[in-house]
């Protein structure tokens, strides 16, 4: 049986047409990106406002500041990508082929 073909493409095509994600590595790929985003944001907040500890070269201020604004720009983008392909999504058309069996004399 080829890739994309037979009882597999069909469910898989039934559940794009509905909306619902299916399981796996891709269907988590968003969600990874926004929790990604949302775990910068925190940390970068941290570093910004309650570390007061201070590391010759580095300022710790800054640097929670530049992993905020970097979860910020990642999170609005991942949300941005998440709405562009739930458009796609909802232009899958399933066809729905009539069941035809011959009679065996």
């Known amino acids: 049986m080829e890739t994309g073909e037979g009882p597999q493409a069909h469910l898989r095509a039934a559940?794009?047409?509905?909306?619902?994600?299916?399981?796996?590595p891709a269907a988590d790929a968003t969600h990874m990106y926004i929790g990604?985003?949302?775990?910068?944001?925190?940390?970068?907040?941290i570093l910004k406002y309650a570390v007061t500890a201070t590391v010759a070269g580095v300022d710790i201020q800054t640097a929670g500041?530049?992993?905020?604004?970097?979860?910020?720009?990642?999170?609005?983008?991942?949300?941005?990508?998440?709405v562009v392909h739930r458009d796609r999504r909802r232009e899958v058309v399933?066809?729905?082929q009539p069941v035809v069996r011959e009679r065996l004399r």
């Open 65 to 82: 500041l530049i992993l905020l604004l970097v979860g910020v720009a990642g999170l609005v983008l991942s949300v941005f990508l998440e």
């Open 15 to 24: 559940f794009l047409s509905t909306g619902v994600q299916p399981a796996g």
């Open 94 to 96: 399933v066809e729905e």
């Open 36 to 45: 990604t985003s949302v775990f910068l944001i925190a940390l970068g907040a």
